[in-house]
């Protein structure tokens, strides 16, 4: 028996960075979107007496699927050895969560969605089936805002971001905003400017990605030509994308090396 899984990522629409917890993880605000990512788990059952998981491409570190399985396992799920391979259409280090939706669609298969939060800062949201939401805390806390069909499209650079660095180079900045004011500034974006033109989208890891990748400012430019609704990038990066209402065809420079309509 073989099943077949579809694997899902999501765009940080906005995203603020509020403090380093004493854990080390950071507290966040953030409008998260799930987005389709063209990756697909496949599972079957194991010929030997452990997990075997493997990608189609080099992934570094514990798996996020087999610290999935095995975090499960230890929560009192009885799961059997399983063999899962994972199609990769989205590469490591592009702020979409991609890794954190295979682990998701595992979870979800098992029925496993309660170990989510000890799996990944992604992976619960990913879990819940919502497509947009409100979340906080190291991403745990998610709430409810109104179902929204929002279309756009994710250019995916040639370089990747490292989140640890990211992050390390966001606390010797220091941060801009409190919770409250997070938590407004998200609201405002969504309700009050639904199909407005909204431009930039507010994310604190910009003033990091922009100092050493200029040439965000020139797909920001070529979004804002096209007469995108708003634009920026998604999470640590280093994906950017557009919102729009139809789908807007692009010249895309030659450092973008993979592109994704939603």
């Not at 996020?64 to 059997?80: D, N, S, T």
């Amino acid at each position: 028996m073989r099943v077949i899984l579809p694997s899902f990522a999501k765009i940080n629409l906005t995203l603020r960075v509020m403090n380093k917890r004493p854990d080390g993880y950071h507290n966040i605000v953030s409008t998260f979107l799930r987005i389709p990512s063209g990756d697909v788990v496949y599972i079957s059952e194991s010929l030997t007496k452990n997990d075997s998981v493997s990608a189609n491409i080099p992934l570094a570190g514990e798996n996020i699927v087999a610290k999935a399985l095995r975090i499960a396992r230890e929560e009192g799920f009885r799961i059997p050895p399983l063999s899962v391979k994972i199609h990769k259409s989205i590469p490591p280090g592009s702020g979409l969560g991609a890794g954190s939706g295979n682990a998701a669609a595992v979870l979800w298969w098992l029925g496993a969605q309660k170990v989510a939060a000890k799996v990944g800062a992604d992976v619960p949201f990913l879990c819940s089936g919502q497509n947009i939401a409100l979340v906080s805390g190291i991403g745990e806390i998610i709430e409810n805002v109104r179902p929204a069909e929002v279309h756009g499209v994710v250019a995916i650079p040639n370089w990747e971001t490292s989140t640890k660095e990211a992050y390390a180079e966001l606390d010797a900045m220091g941060y801009d905003v409190g919770i409250m004011l997070a938590r407004k500034e998200m609201r405002d974006i969504y309700h009050a400017n639904a199909g407005k033109k909204v431009g930039a989208l507010p994310n604190d890891f910009l003033k990091v990605l922009v100092k050493k990748h200029p040439k965000y400012n020139e797909l920001f430019a070529m979004f804002k030509q096209a007469d995108a609704d708003a634009w920026g990038v998604t999470g640590s990066g280093s994906a950017a994308f557009a919102v729009m209402e139809k789908p807007l065809i692009f010249k895309w420079p030659d450092y973008i090396k993979n592109v994704i309509y939603f």
